[in-house]
């Protein structure tokens, strides 16, 4: 359990505004860090959190006007030089950022990131900086850090880089670390190890953390106080459990209640279906050839999938959880026929699908449309959104061009986008609004199964809670199956009817979701569940008198 253990004033924001252009993106907020504490700031995209972290350290961009004070160790951060700022900056505060791929060089090894500031700030040899670099990857749990300090970044896993990116922000023993959303993107059990690692040096190095989130569960099971931030105001703060246990500001509770295990979801209307399944995957194996390996060999074949059964009925919403590389992921690509299976089979309606061939295959992937995990991504950059909805229907011939732009002004409406943006690009719209274009799209051609790959993992609370109303309601009015894919085992339990757990490229756990959650029997299921960050699970273990919260 997290302590705080000082009330010594070691951050001291006042007054702090700053605009781009006459633009204003942080409007006048005013907080502090206590020494030895983890502040947690929340508020959805767009509220300034980001952008606030950045100030600290001096790191906007040179449009921006900033005015206040930032009061650190008796100084004024907004008045000092550049040069001042650099003594400053890695040595006394530190920042880990959300993506660590964006943020380490790809030509430098993990150690030469942690090596880089123990040279500059305290002018050691290479071979001082290298033993001690060793030291600090060992702190932060990197097995075999004698090995890993020459890995580079893309040799890593993504929880390994943002451990060493911890490593390098923490190695000159900083008095603040900026983390600014360090585990959005990561499985729940290394999002876990990541917590536990900054409630660790928290408690033995009296490191204060200002920790940016959206996830008000990890926030409970972490921080001391709470910053609730909105349009570049702050509009709450106090203790953590008095914050999420009583909230005042009706944006907090807003957040509070959108928390995918406090959501409600009204009941979908399911019609009498045949006890036949609508697809069915038997004993499938994908492998496929790893890159440079010598043909033939063991070392030639990586295994995506060993012998998965399982069946989804018309009608029900599939869950499908694990970790990054189960092979989640690679069933979706299977039944949609974007990999083909080296074993195995997979049936629809009782055909099997490798078997379709022309006219034949073009009316299966009508019926069976996906939504891919980054809607910007899979969306057209030079494209209007309308003509992005209008386009399957084209290229299907199931409607002229002028049918298709109606019909895509119908979907728009069904998925609650503004018929203003019609003739915006992706660029125009965040990334909830994409998420939308992307459902449209598919539901464009009326397909029987919709498969979900990851469609809330990087939105906000709220725009997910909505995300899943959405879907929950698209389920009933047109009767979809819905194979859903996700890490957060927290909106899964809320949405999907049954659930399928993979590890390792095999199916471990298959049951309702009911018996998954409550009564798990695999222990790989059970450390999953462990592992994910609950609100009221955290707000359980510490009583209102409580100074903070943390994992156990």
């Known amino acids: 359990m997290i302590t705080a253990k000082s009330k010594q004033r070691l951050l001291d924001v006042e007054k702090l505004s700053i605009a781009f252009g006459n633009v204003p993106i942080v409007k006048d907020i005013s907080f502090g860090v206590d020494a030895g504490e983890i502040l947690g700031v929340v508020g959805e995209s767009g509220s300034g959190k980001s952008i606030t972290c950045r100030s600290l350290l001096g790191l906007l961009p040179?449009?921006?006007?900033?005015?206040?004070?930032?009061?650190?160790?008796?100084?004024?951060?907004?008045?000092?030089?550049?040069?001042?700022?650099?003594?400053?900056?890695?040595?006394?505060?530190?920042?880990?950022?959300?993506?660590?791929?964006?943020?380490?060089?790809?030509?430098m090894t993990l150690g030469g990131h942690v090596m880089e500031s123990l040279r500059h700030h305290f002018g050691q040899t290479r071979k001082e900086a290298r033993q001690n670099a060793i030291d600090v990857l060992r702190e932060v749990q990197i097995n075999e850090p004698e090995r890993r300090i020459d890995a580079y970044p893309h040799e890593l896993s993504g929880g390994m880089k943002q451990r060493?990116?911890?490593?390098?922000?923490?190695?000159?023993?900083?008095?603040?670390?900026?983390?600014?959303?360090?585990?959005?993107?990561?499985?729940?059990?290394?999002?876990?190890?990541?917590?536990?690692?900054?409630?660790?040096?928290?408690?033995?190095?009296?490191?204060?953390?200002?920790?940016?989130?959206?996830?008000?569960?990890?926030?409970?099971?972490?921080c001391h106080r709470v910053v609730v931030m909105r349009n570049g105001e702050i509009v709450e703060?106090?203790?953590?459990?008095?914050?999420?246990?009583?909230?005042?500001?009706?944006?907090?509770?807003?957040?509070?209640?959108?928390?995918?295990?406090?959501?409600?979801?009204?009941?979908?209307?399911?019609?009498?279906?045949?006890?036949?399944?609508?697809?069915?995957?038997?004993?499938?194996?994908?492998?496929?050839?790893?890159?440079?390996?010598?043909?033939?060999?063991?070392?030639?074949?990586?295994?995506?999938?060993?012998?998965?059964?399982?069946?989804?009925?018309?009608?029900?919403?599939?869950?499908?959880?694990?970790e990054s590389g189960s092979g989640k992921s690679t069933v979706a690509r299977a039944i949609m026929r974007l990999a083909e299976p080296s074993g195995g089979e997979i049936r629809f309606r009782g055909r099997n699908i490798a078997a379709l061939k022309g006219t034949e295959l073009s009316e299966y992937r009508r019926k069976v449309q996906m939504v891919f995990q980054n809607p910007f991504d899979s969306l057209n950059p030079r494209m209007r959104i309308i003509d992005a909805i209008a386009e399957p229907m084209i290229r299907h011939g199931l409607a002229t061009r002028n049918e298709a732009l109606g019909r895509a002004r119908e979907l728009m409406r069904q998925v609650e986008l503004p018929l203003e943006f019609a003739d915006r690009k992706p660029r125009q719209l965040s990334g909830g609004q994409c998420q939308r274009v992307g459902i449209a799209r598919a539901l464009a051609l009326d397909p029987e199964v919709l498969i979900a790959d990851e469609v809330t993992s990087a939105l906000d609370v709220t725009i997910q809670a909505q995300i899943l109303r959405l879907l929950q309601r698209l389920r009933s009015e047109r009767h979809l199956t819905v194979i859903y894919i996700s890490h957060d085992l927290s909106v899964v339990r809320k949405f999907c009817d049954r659930i399928a757990v993979f590890r390792a490229a095999k199916?471990?756990?298959?049951?309702?979701?009911?018996?998954?959650?409550?009564?798990?029997?695999?222990?790989?299921?059970?450390?999953?569940?462990?592992?994910?960050?609950?609100?009221?699970?955290?707000?359980?273990?510490?009583?209102?008198?409580?100074?903070?919260?943390?994992r156990d």
């Open 164 to 222: 060493g990116m911890i490593g390098s922000a923490t190695a000159c023993r900083p008095r603040l670390l900026l983390a600014d959303e360090p585990t959005t993107a990561l499985d729940v059990t290394v999002q876990a190890r990541i917590l536990d690692l900054l409630g660790e040096l928290n408690r033995t190095q009296g490191l204060s953390i200002v920790f940016v989130s959206h996830d008000l569960a990890v926030v409970a099971e972490l």
């Open 507 to 550: 199916l471990v756990e298959l049951g309702s979701a009911e018996a998954v959650f409550d009564r798990p029997k695999e222990s790989y299921t059970k450390l999953l569940l462990q592992s994910a960050p609950r609100l009221e699970r955290a707000l359980e273990r510490t009583g209102a008198s409580d100074a903070g919260h943390g």
């Open 62 to 107: 040179r449009a921006a006007s900033v005015s206040g004070r930032i009061g650190f160790d008796g100084k004024n951060l907004l008045a000092l030089s550049g040069e001042e700022m650099r003594a400053i900056r890695g040595r006394d505060i530190s920042m880990v950022f959300q993506n660590p791929a964006s943020h380490l060089d790809p030509l």
């Open 237 to 322: 703060e106090g203790p953590a459990n008095e914050i999420l246990r009583s909230p005042r500001h009706k944006y907090t509770k807003l957040l509070i209640d959108s928390q995918p295990s406090l959501l409600t979801l009204p009941p979908v209307a399911r019609e009498e279906q045949a006890k036949t399944p609508l697809i069915e995957v038997d004993a499938l194996s994908i492998t496929y050839s790893k890159p440079g390996a010598l043909p033939g060999t063991r070392k030639d074949v990586v295994r995506a999938l060993q012998e998965a059964n399982l069946t989804v009925e018309a009608g029900e919403s599939l869950g499908i959880v694990g």
